[in-house]
């Protein structure tokens, strides 16, 4: 007989083994060596058994009945960017999502531009690595229609989200391929539970990528870039938590 252990099998595991070490924010498990080997040694095996699954096997969606009542947030809850605490102020009415790099057509969308645009709404379950799962309601445009309109150029493999926080003072940004991209679950959700994204959760744009972990699900979304290679973009790893050798990159549930 074999035995497949899905990642979500791995978190609870290692977060049972980690005890005290579960703080909120997901900034701590990483000091446990044995956690992360286990994360990162079952990388490429939940990416290929991902990808033979099918490029466009769904996440699990919820009905409303099933959604948590309450929702924690993950990573930072603020941002100190003077620029941001103006959009912030303001309710983002002057605030814009760029989208360049490798496409043909850069963007510059507005909050209510992204709005306008054809929405998805789903109701899915976010697994953070720091052991705790919550069911909630997203809702923006598919990635993959904005890049269909920026008109990638053949050599982008890659899309770089860098963010408006700072995470222990450097720069947070995450990553993901051109398969989680396009994904139709891979949203920039601007709405959570039926009203605007919250500071705490990530106002005004976050990314959605429901079959990963929710430390790749960036917050404060503020710049998107295509590139041909992670290299030479912070540390070259591809985020914030790689870089610093937490977790590894391909973070599939």
């Not at 703080?23 to 701590?28: A, H, Q, V």
């Not at 990483?30 to 992360?36: A, I, K, L, V």
Request: charged share 20%.
């Amino acid at each position: 007989m074999t035995l497949i252990v899905s990642r979500r099998g791995l978190i609870r595991a290692g977060a049972a083994g980690a005890g005290s070490l579960l703080l909120p924010g997901c900034d701590r498990l990483f000091d446990n060596s044995t956690f992360r080997e286990t994360l990162e040694s079952g990388e490429n095996l939940h990416r290929v058994t991902q990808r033979v699954l099918g490029r466009n096997a769904l996440a699990r969606e919820y009905r409303e009945a099933d959604m948590s009542p309450a929702f924690r947030a993950n990573g930072s809850r603020e941002v100190t960017d003077p620029a941001y605490r103006q959009h912030l102020a303001q309710g983002f009415a002057n605030w814009s999502l760029m989208l360049g790099g490798l496409v043909e057509h850069p963007l510059t969308l507005s909050l209510q531009t992204l709005r306008d645009l054809p929405q998805r709404r789903q109701i899915t379950r976010h697994d953070c690595v720091e052991g705790w799962s919550a069911i909630g309601q997203w809702q923006g445009p598919r990635l993959g229609l904005l890049l269909d309109m920026a008109r990638l150029r053949p050599q982008a493999r890659y899309l770089v989200f860098h963010c408006a926080d700072l995470y222990h003072g450097r720069p947070y940004y995450e990553s993901i391929d051109m398969v989680d991209a396009f994904h139709p679950q891979t949203i920039l959700a601007w709405a959570m539970n039926g009203k605007p994204l919250k500071e705490a959760h990530g106002a005004p744009l976050r990314l959605r990528v429901e079959r990963q972990l929710g430390y790749k699900h960036a917050k404060f979304v503020a710049r998107i870039e295509a590139v041909a290679s992670l290299e030479g973009i912070h540390g070259g790893k591809g985020g914030y938590w790689e870089d610093n050798g937490a977790y590894a990159w391909y973070a599939g549930i």
